[in-house]
């Protein structure tokens, strides 16, 4: 998954487990950039009676550098405070729900955001509502009219939402986790069946989004509006962690500082390319730390292993080699001008891992899954919208296609364009505006769904 | 010792001692002494190894470390029924 239970610390604590994180030029308001983490993996939409929520405890930050150095120069937090209107019942909810105030909603979170520029913290508002969870038609009959409510501008022209969304990230986890089956190849396996169609393992489950749309004056190290695709003051670096205090006591309280447990700039990298033995580490490391990890993008293991699972398939992969410095470049810094004719989104020699936009590329009018390596640069790796197909774009890096951008004499395997999950992502409910993320599943029509005979 | 009255935090210390390395402890204490600082949260002490002499004390999101190998001397002492 991008990074759904990635680690074996985190998977333990789902409300700090940052799933994925989007960043983009929003497509209806493009003078903005949205960015959406998400928390809490694997959400079944009728987990009542405590619904999903966020944690307490748990200090959510955004941060985004604009100068290159891979260190925040701007943080957005957020904190969350749960409070129940009556504790004599077990009940989430009394009656309906139509309203962000009704009284028939029990268990309530508001949350506060706090913007940190150079170092100095302002709070920019307080007791902001989430909506709640998206549970029957009995109970939110309205759910649309209720998450839009919870569509919040700020006087510092932000707008800001945090509450449950549909899981928008598409995966064949089913298959990947066999032993790196992709479903329409497995003839081709090593271990070979039949070939099929890919499977989203992650369809009816709900995450829950902070999402955040930022005027890109606010994003620029001088405050100037990015219009020039080859400047560097038009490319911005982010990442998203969660932190929590670094004692607790049982029952008791938490003291100390907060303490990184969660990061998540670029998707799938601490899923696919650091080793178990650092995942965790990896998750508490700032990113201007990750020199430390670059052997592992560019050896990665999964290059390795494709030649092996997929034998015959890709003989140019396996005999290559050399350091993917194609890799280094998507993940770590950026890709340098005079790679991808009119396009850059480097952030210098720094080697960090953010998700990195290059701010003066406009959505593109006919987006393209496939991002960049589709022809569609306003997508991943630059930024990363909703709909981009994260998991083929990256299967198809690793696989080698992207080589031959630094080595002309490369020649990518034939498969190297073609291998996929199976998933395109067009089945998603995605919306055209702000959060941009689908209204989650219900409790009550997703188990039916999933438990008919 | 940084911020932390020593007398003060050993008299707390002394009232709630409780479970080896991690000792949790309220501001005011059941003999009515007040903390000598401002802190109103609970407060933790930390001792990851007690051989090595150094305590974390957290109150809030504030942590002091201090390096006094008497005192931790002393509060393993109390946990040994001393």
Redesign the interface.
């Known amino acids: 998954m991008s990074s759904h239970r990635e680690a074996p610390e985190i998977s333990k604590d789902p409300v700090a487990d940052s799933t994925d994180l989007y960043a983009f030029v929003s497509p209806d308001k493009p003078d903005m950039v949205t960015i959406i983490a998400n928390y809490i993996p694997l959400e079944d939409p009728a987990g009542g009676p405590n619904f999903f929520q966020f944690g307490d405890d748990v200090l959510y930050a955004i941060h985004i550098d604009n100068d290159g150095d891979a260190k925040p120069d701007i943080t957005y937090q957020f904190r969350f405070t749960t409070s129940l209107q009556n504790p004599n019942t077990f009940l989430y909810n009394t009656g309906p729900i139509s309203s962000l105030t009704d009284k028939n909603w029990n268990m309530r979170q508001t949350y506060s955001v706090t913007k940190v520029a150079k170092g100095r913290p302002t709070g920019l508002a307080s007791g902001l509502a989430c909506p709640p969870c998206n549970i029957g038609p009995r109970s939110t009959p309205d759910y649309v009219g209720l998450a839009n409510a919870a569509v919040h501008p700020l006087p510092s022209g932000e707008t800001v939402f945090a509450g449950q969304r549909a899981d928008g990230f598409y995966v064949d986890l089913g298959s990947i986790f066999d032993l790196g089956d992709l479903r329409p190849f497995q003839n081709l396996h090593l271990i070979p069946t039949p070939a099929a169609g890919g499977a989203d393992s992650l369809s009816g489950f709900n995450v829950h989004t902070i999402a955040i749309q930022i005027p890109k004056r606010q994003l620029t190290a001088d405050g100037s509006m990015p219009g020039d695709p080859m400047s560097s003051r038009s490319v911005i670096g982010m990442w998203t962690t969660a932190s929590r ?3 607790g ?1 049982q029952g ?2 938490s ?4 303490t990184q447990v969660s990061r998540l700039g670029n998707p799938l990298v601490n899923e696919v390319i650091i080793p178990l033995g650092l995942k965790d580490q990896w998750n508490a490391t700032s990113p201007d730390d990750d020199k430390q990890y670059a052997d592992f993008y560019m050896k990665p293991e999964l290059a390795t292993l494709l030649p092996i699972l997929y034998p015959n398939v890709f003989p140019n992969l396996k005999a290559l080699s050399a350091a993917r410095a194609d890799l280094a470049a998507i993940l770590l810094t950026g890709i340098p001008t005079g790679i991808v004719p009119g396009f850059q989104n480097f952030t210098g020699k720094t080697q960090a891992d953010m998700l990195r936009l290059n701010m003066a590329i406009p959505p593109a009018a006919s987006p393209n899954s496939l991002g960049l390596i589709g022809g569609d640069p306003a997508g991943f790796p630059n930024g990363r919208r909703p709909q981009d197909d994260v998991v083929s774009i990256e299967l198809r890096a690793v696989a080698g296609l992207t080589y031959a951008l630094v080595d002309k004499s490369f020649t990518p395997d034939a498969a190297a364009s073609k291998v996929t999950d199976g998933l395109d992502g067009k089945d998603q409910n995605f919306l055209s505006s702000f959060p941009y993320l689908g209204v989650p599943f219900d409790g009550y029509a997703t188990s039916a769904l999933s438990h008919v005979a | 010792m940084d911020n932390v009255s020593r007398r003060k935090f050993l008299g707390w210390s002394g009232a709630a001692a409780a479970g080896a390395g ?1 000792l ?1 402890v309220a501001p005011r204490l059941a003999d009515g002494h007040k903390p000598a600082t401002n802190v109103t ?4 002490a ?1 001792i990851e190894n007690p051989a090595g002499g150094r305590i ?1 004390l ?6 002091v470390v201090l390096h006094d190998p008497d005192l931790v001397s002393r509060l393993m002492a109390r946990l040994d029924g001393r």
């Open positions: 205090q670094k004692v006591v008791g309280p003291a100390g500082p907060f | 991690l949790a949260e609970p407060l933790v930390y974390s957290m109150a809030g999101t504030q942590e």
